[in-house]
């Protein structure tokens, strides 16, 4: 990729990361559509005009602040907006060829909206992922018959994989291992799959982005429920609020830990840094 281009990624992903911040909003709710109502102030519902959908500088100029209400608007919007530039930059270095990247790019801002949304209300809404996958492999297949067919059935290889791998679990804990990150891995297999080159590398990269996920997992519930006992609300839990009936379900509310968010760290981490873990 040119010098030129990297700059028109960074602009790309900030536009895109706007959007995720809408998605996230939306998503998070069921009584919300996507698309409608216009873009709107979460507080007020005062419809915003195109200069306060600026990223991040209209979150500046504005002084965080809803120009209508005059509510403080929460600091998580630039920084997602952000985010999702440096990951497309990120990703246009790390793999520059439009087969790669261009699925690449629709994976990181379908990870950045069920990230969040799972932060937030510990949540991967239905309507985000099934579309995505369904989006994904509309892009993938016209992608791989022009460079490599083998690519299309590594990638059913790695949905059902790495399904398989975070399904086995859920059987075991359900509490332990939601459906929503069940579900999810049907997204990252098809994409390991897709990127890895062959089938031994298929496997190898659901196992290890697995691996590293869970890793990232387990560190961060351990920080986090120690944070909590402590008396710590690094992260807070939506599900405190539900009332037990004497089983321990309150004792495990106040435990929950978003797991998504790893999966998805452990999945880009295998595609934008083989090297790292032994691949390349």
């Keep these: 990729m040119s010098s030129l281009g990297y700059p028109l990624m960074a602009i790309f992903g900030l536009l895109a ?3 995720a911040t809408m998605g996230v909003y939306r998503l998070a709710d069921p009584e919300l559509s996507f698309w409608s109502p216009p873009p709107r102030c979460p507080r007020c519902h005062a419809t915003l005009g195109w200069r306060q959908l600026v990223p991040v500088a209209s979150w500046v100029v504005a002084r965080r602040r809803c120009r209508a209400c005059h509510d403080v608007i929460d600091w998580a ?17 790390r793999r520059p060829d439009a087969v790669d990247l261009i699925p690449l790019l629709l994976l990181v801002w379908v990870l950045v909206v069920a990230s969040v949304t799972d ?9 985000l992922l099934f579309p995505a996958l ?20 590594q990638a059913a290889v790695g949905l059902v994989l790495y399904f398989s791998l975070l399904f086995l679990p859920h059987l ?3 509490a332990g291992m939601g459906m929503g990150d069940v579900k999810l891995a049907l997204l990252l297999g098809l994409n390991l799959g897709y990127a ?11 196992v290890l982005a697995m691996l590293i ?8 519930g351990a920080i986090l429920a120690l944070a ?41 981490w295998v595609l934008l840094f083989p090297a790292s873990v032994g691949l390349v």
Aim: aromatic content about 8%.
């Design 213 to 220: 996920g869970s890793l990232l997992g387990v560190l961060g």
């Design 228 to 268: 909590r006992r402590a008396g710590w609300n690094l992260l807070p839990d939506p599900l405190e609020a539900v009332p037990g009936d004497g089983d321990g379900s309150e004792r495990a509310a106040a435990s929950s830990f978003p797991f998504g968010p790893p999966l998805a760290v452990g999945t880009l």
């Design 172 to 174: 075991v804990h359900p």
């Design 17 to 19: 990361g706007s959007l």
């Design 77 to 93: 919007y630039p920084v997602v907006e952000l985010v999702t530039s440096a990951l497309f930059v990120l990703a246009a270095w």
């Design 119 to 127: 932060l937030y209300v510990y949540l991967i809404p239905n309507r």
């Design 134 to 153: 369904a989006a994904s492999v509309v892009v993938m297949v016209p992608l791989a018959l022009i460079d490599d067919p083998a690519r299309l059935t």
């Design 196 to 206: 890895a080159g062959d089938m031994l590398g298929t496997v190898r990269m659901v």
